[in-house]
């Protein structure tokens, strides 16, 4: 309140609202000189906020389409959207407490005396702002990829300052806290070209298990959407029936082959290779069917 007696509309002030200072104080009620001076600091304050988030939001719409023109990664225009976004809040809110009045000392030491407030009051909000970018920068997955974080899976759409948002397979949003995908175990399912997968193959008792591995391999190998390196590996495991149930575990580029068609495809071969199929022996008759 000294600092605000201490001024009047006509020291020497430079600033475009003069005039409503001056007006105020010209009216003559008790105390007129601080709201007059109050007044027009706290629409500096305003004006100088408003300008300075304007600009700040054109500086970051004009990052982002020269970003999207050289074809930049969504996950650093995300980033850059973020500290745009950071950095324009600030400067606006300490460039309004300038204009408002407060000198750079005040502001200094209220700066710092807010910051270990907020810092003790939002700890957990300011933990995962400070995850979310350093998941942008460290980039454990991007937009688009198949994560799993504890339970939950899913496609990764939005990577924000807070949260991390996944579209589950059955069409579902999880809104994850960033601080979860930053400090806990992270599966990428799509963080490489090239992935595993497997079918597997029922061997009735008695067949040849020893030229069934060869004809499998060489029909597998034979298949050009499947990596040669690594190799097919074939997999036996004897049932309790004396049967054998033969997995075929594969490695394919899936993002430029169907995994799905790829695997009706091994089956059909498979399946032609191996023929004609023995017959199993007959089980015993069902209660109520009459064999005929």
């Known amino acids: 309140m000294t600092a605000l007696l201490a001024l009047s509309c006509q020291s020497g002030s430079s600033s475009p609202f003069l005039r409503v200072c001056t007006a105020i104080s010209s009216s003559g009620f008790p105390g007129s000189d601080v709201v007059g001076v109050v007044v027009q ?10 300008i300075v988030v304007a600009v700040g939001r054109f500086l970051r719409r004009f990052t982002t389409r020269a970003l999207q023109r050289t074809g930049a990664d969504a996950q650093v225009r995300t980033l850059v959207n ?8 600030t400067v606006a809110v300490f460039a309004a407490l ?21 810092g003790l009051a939002f700890q957990d909000l300011l933990r995962n702002i400070l995850a979310g970018i350093f998941l942008l920068i460290e980039r454990p997955f991007r937009i688009g990829d198949w994560i799993t974080v504890a339970d939950q899976s ?7 300052l807070r949260t991390t948002a996944l579209r589950t397979a ?18 990428n399912s799509t963080a490489y070209d090239v992935r595993q997968f497997s079918v597997a193959l029922r061997l009735p008792g008695g067949a040849g298990l020893e030229d069934a591995l060869g004809k499998v391999r060489q029909v597998v190998e034979a298949n050009p959407a499947v990596s040669k390196e690594p190799r097919p590996f074939l997999q036996p495991r004897l049932d309790s029936d004396g049967g054998v149930t033969l997995t075929v575990r ?14 009706a495809e091994l089956v059909a071969a498979l399946h032609a290779a191996l023929g004609p ?3 199993l022996p007959p089980g015993p008759p069902q209660p109520g069917v009459t064999a005929g």
């Open 98 to 118: 300038t204009a408002g009045g407060l000198s750079i000392n005040v502001l200094l030491t209220f700066g710092g005396l807010t910051s270990l407030a907020l």
């Open 41 to 50: 600091n706290a629409i500096q304050a305003l004006v100088l906020f408003v």
């Open 170 to 187: 059955d069409g579902r949003l999880v809104i994850l806290p960033n601080l979860s995908a930053f400090s806990s175990p992270v599966v």
């Open 82 to 89: 973020n500290v745009f976004t950071i950095v324009t809040l």
């Open 277 to 279: 199929w023995p017959q």
């Open 154 to 160: 899913g496609s990764v759409q939005t990577i924000q």
């Open 250 to 263: 594969y490695w394919v580029e899936y993002r430029s082959n169907n995994p799905d068609a790829l695997s």
